[in-house]
């Protein structure tokens, strides 16, 4: 798979939680369970998207979203409240990926009544590949010349519903509207024979569209350009920068669009063959514009490469190594991150990775009136020094601090 700042292209999902009036959209239908009366509420669920790795497409089918008052409800109880697409509703997730855009990356999957009361229990529900066949999931790996569909192996889960943690109230004549945010590189798993699973990893954001917006250089649009909002070296939000030919007003656009408020985010701009640029202490209320056209210092690339082996031995997580910085006077930020490649084996549990790494000096501002201009001045101590972190669900993350490039790192990873 391609790394972090090869995310060039968006994968990342989105249904629902807002107590407000919003507008309703079209799409699926009010399913069983669904109240009817003055008294009752209603629920909408909506999808978007956010960069992803290593893909061109990113297909799955959605046949229902199911919402229950109770967490301990089984899929065949009573009492559920579905939103039933029918047919269900093949989507390319990639296709939702600029929040600037007129519709804002969303997909409207539909409505439903509810009776007013306290739900603790959201499922979604995704139809079911046939045999082996890319009929129903699937992706395109930007790696693949020929573009050849890859079928995604799906676990009966999927057929039930991806339970996830949430839980809402409605009132009487109130509107809840669910966004969620399916994580593509956590949610597909390359195994060692060549096949792919979805794994769906789902949790609610915010559905109230604020952020943090503003510009990068145009000479940059053709670099893999990956803008973050992270806390804590956290990624939070991932966006590309617009590129869509002039004349165009976005073009060099990015959008961090749906992020928690009251918290001050560190802004983090990667290209290939550049050194890293970092707005720290971005505040978000409801719309932040940072709206320099940033741009980014050329430098030279190596690369820290490197094994990672899971014990107990596993090819069923998704593994990842991600390369960190400390800044002088600032914040802790991630500059890339990636999916380690499962090695062909008799056993499964060992992966590889190749991490490129820019070797000059981040350019580092603090949030304040514009314009905003990042510096490397201060930051000569940071070039080529960085914390490599290996990860895993199920497993104790392991890092590994002071590393330069050009070196080799491996780790193993146990719960």
């Excluded at 909506?46 to 297909?59: R, Y």
């Excluded at 719309?287 to 014990?311: C, E, K, R």
């Excluded at 009136?369 to 930051?379: D, M, N, Y």
């Amino acid at each position: 798979m391609n790394t972090y700042a090869e995310y060039s292209k968006t994968f990342r999902w989105i249904a629902v939680v807002l107590l407000s009036g919003l507008v309703a959209g079209c799409g699926g239908d009010g399913g069983s369970g669904g109240a009817t009366g003055a008294q009752a509420g209603v629920l909408g669920v909506s999808l978007t998207d956010a960069p992803a790795c290593g893909f061109d497409e990113v297909n799955v089918t959605v046949s229902r979203v199911r919402v229950h008052q109770s967490d301990s409800a089984g899929e065949n109880s009573a009492g559920w409240n579905d939103i039933t697409l029918n047919p269900p509703r093949t989507i390319n997730l990639l296709n939702l990926n600029d929040p600037t855009q007129p519709n804002f990356a969303l997909d409207n999957l539909g409505e439903t009544s509810l009776a007013a009361g306290h739900y603790t229990q959201v499922r979604l529900v995704l139809a079911d590949n046939h045999g082996n066949q890319p009929t129903a999931n699937w992706i395109v790996l930007t790696a693949d010349p020929t573009k050849t569909p890859v079928p995604l192996e799906t676990p009966s889960a999927i057929r039930s519903g991806v339970k996830l943690i949430n839980q809402f109230s409605v009132a009487g004549g109130q509107r809840v509207d669910l966004l969620l945010d399916f994580d593509a590189c956590k949610s597909i798993v390359q195994r060692g024979n060549g096949t792919y699973a979805l794994k769906p990893v789902i949790k609610v954001i915010p559905y109230v569209l604020n952020g943090i917006d503003g510009f990068v250089d145009q000479g940059l649009l053709g670099s893999h350009v990956v803008v973050t909002a992270q806390v804590n070296g956290q990624i939070v939000r991932a966006t590309t920068a617009n590129t869509n030919l002039a004349p165009n007003p976005n073009r060099g656009k990015f959008f961090l669009a749906r992020l928690p408020e009251g918290v001050n985010y560190d802004v983090v701009i990667t290209a290939d063959g550049h050194a890293a640029a970092v707005i720290s202490g971005v505040p978000v209320v409801s719309s932040t514009s940072i709206t320099t056209p940033f741009s980014l210092s050329a430098s030279p690339v190596q690369n820290i490469n490197g094994t990672v082996t899971l014990n107990p031995a596993t090819d069923e997580e998704a593994v990842f190594v991600a390369a960190k910085q400390v800044l002088n006077g600032g914040p802790t930020v991630t500059v890339k991150t990636l999916v380690a490649a499962p090695l062909p084996s008799v056993q499964p549990g060992d992966f590889s990775f190749t991490l490129a790494l820019p070797t000059g000096a981040p350019a580092v501002a603090s949030y304040g009136p514009l314009p905003i201009l990042p510096s490397a001045t201060e930051q000569s101590g940071v070039a080529d020094l960085y914390t490599v972190q290996a990860s895993a669900a199920g497993y104790t993350a392991q890092s590994l601090s002071n590393v330069h490039t050009g070196t080799t790192q491996n780790f193993t990873l146990i719960p």
